[in-house]
């Protein structure tokens, strides 16, 4: 089986051979500029443990570069350089102005105690800030697998601790709870961009057909693998949406209703019990794999990488599989899938409303004021006049309910107007080069363009590359 970064690295040649820039250039961006790795020893309960992290910055065509921490004992060198190199990939979609960088550390989280996962994560950010490879200005950690807004606040708070005068340094780091300088609509942005996206690409009546489905959300049959930040959020908003969650694979186990399975019920019921197996008015079903070769519309792989490869890809029933988790299809199941006419809607768009609040998080610590804080009560005091005056003039009254719906936009309301935006329009720059290649490529060759022509720009814009 090809390996994650091979994969990677594929899809970029497949893309590559439609550009006309030149050969070293495309090298460049291809290569991953730098990697640290590093090796440090914890005490433990159980004695004294080595532990190993990385961080990998894959391209410095725009600083600071962003990407995840994953935390996670399978992880390798390679596979955080193949995240590093689709970071770089992804902003450039979204048109976040970052180059791609990815981190982790080889634990098992579940193995330790939370003051000795904090030992890791300070010990962590320390061999960072030894190297340079954490900052504002350089490089901007986020939660990824198996970490959350807790580990950021540890980072932010050794970080500040090393750099006690520097004003920006709220912004070493993204993906914080509110409390520590994070920004509403950061911990569900990765699925609820997943939504947006899939709400958009459905809405084109024209590709769905193509694919024998009808348009719009209302009624798909969706199903989850990975119930964590990226899983549920994205089942959560695609359930109000209007889609049947039919069932969600984990780790230990799948759940299967064909009625629709609630995704805060089985959260719930997973904090109680431990796990999602034995949800009330669900089956389980034999084992977790099953779940992705269900008769369902929409597969929303949304927990690791290689997921489906040649060894299931046959028996993958989807007719759109949603890459909610980094690379979750490998190259050779993609080709497949696409030439079975399924729609892999790839990872670098669709998962990229994480980074892209990530990118409204850094601006607000940098600027240090709320989003809406300068003009909430202005424009609430601008609609009223408004309404006053069409009451005036028309000599309609409003009534209160519709008084209600007037308010000026707050954070929660410009991250998510900013991120619908930044959702449609990347979907629309990505189409656009599909349909130019007569839709004869996977979505992902099209995306991988777009990535690749604006990092071009960026180098040729610099005379590096005559
Ligand atoms: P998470 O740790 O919050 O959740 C992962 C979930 O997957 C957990 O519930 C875990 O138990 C489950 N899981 C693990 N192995 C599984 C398996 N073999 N089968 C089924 N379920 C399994 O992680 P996350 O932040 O949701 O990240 C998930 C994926 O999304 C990763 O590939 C990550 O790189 C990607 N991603 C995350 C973000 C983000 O903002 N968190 C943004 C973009 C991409």
Known sequence: ?????????????????????????????????????????????????????????????????????????NVTEEEVMALAALMTYKCAVVDVPFGG???????????????????????????????????PGVDVPAPDYGTS???????????????PSQIDSMGCVTGKSVSQGGIRGRLEATGRGIYMGLKEILSIEEDMKR??????????????????NVGYYAAKFCVEGGCVLIAIAEYDGAIYNPNGLD???????????????????????????????????????????????????????????????NGPVTASAQK????????????????????????????????????????KRYEQMAFEQMINLIEKTTGRSISPTERMMIHGADEVDLVNSG???????????????????????????AAFISAIDKIAASYLELGIFP
């Open 419 to 445: 991120l619908e935006e930044t959702m449609i329009s990347a979907y629309h720059q990505i189409r656009s080069i599909w349909c130019r290649l007569d839709r004869k490529v996977p979505l992902r060759t």
């Open 101 to 135: 960088a990815k981190g982790a550390v080889k634990i098992n989280p579940k193995n330790y105690t939370v003051q000795e996962l904090e030992r890791i994560t300070r010990r962590y950010t320390a061999e960072l800030i030894k190297k340079n490879f954490i900052g």
């Open 1 to 73: 089986m090809q390996s994650f970064l091979e994969t990677v690295n594929a899809n970029f040649d497949e893309a590559a051979a439609f550009t006309s820039h030149p050969k070293d250039l495309l090298q460049q961006i291809k290569i991953c500029n730098s990697v640290y790795r590093f090796q440090f020893p914890l005490l433990t309960q159980r004695g004294y443990e080595v532990i190993t992290g990385w961080r990998a910055e894959h391209s410095q065509h725009k600083l600071p570069v962003k990407g995840g921490i994953r935390y996670s004992e």
């Open 211 to 228: 694919i024998g489905l009808t348009k719009g959300l209302e009624g798909k049959r969706i199903v989850v693998q990975g119930l964590g």
């Open 263 to 325: 995704p805060e019920a089985v959260a719930q019921h997973r904090r109680e019990t431990g796990s999602i197996l034995n949800f009330p008015g669900a089956v389980n079903l034999a084992t977790s794999a099953e779940a992705l070769e269900l008769e369902c519309d929409i597969l929303i792989p949304a927990a690791l990488e290689d997921q489906i490869t040649d060894a299931n890809v046959d028996r993958i029933k989807a007719k759109i599989v949603a890459e909610g988790a």
């Open 149 to 163: 807004a807790r580990e950021m606040a540890w980072i932010a708070d050794t970080y500040q601790a090393f750099h």
């Open 336 to 375: 497949k899938l696409f030439n079975r006419g399924v729609m892999v809607i790839p990872d670098i768009y669709l998962n990229a409303g994480g980074v892209t609040v990530s990118y409204f998080e850094w601006l607000k610590n940098l600027s240090h004021v709320r989003f809406g804080r300068m003009q």
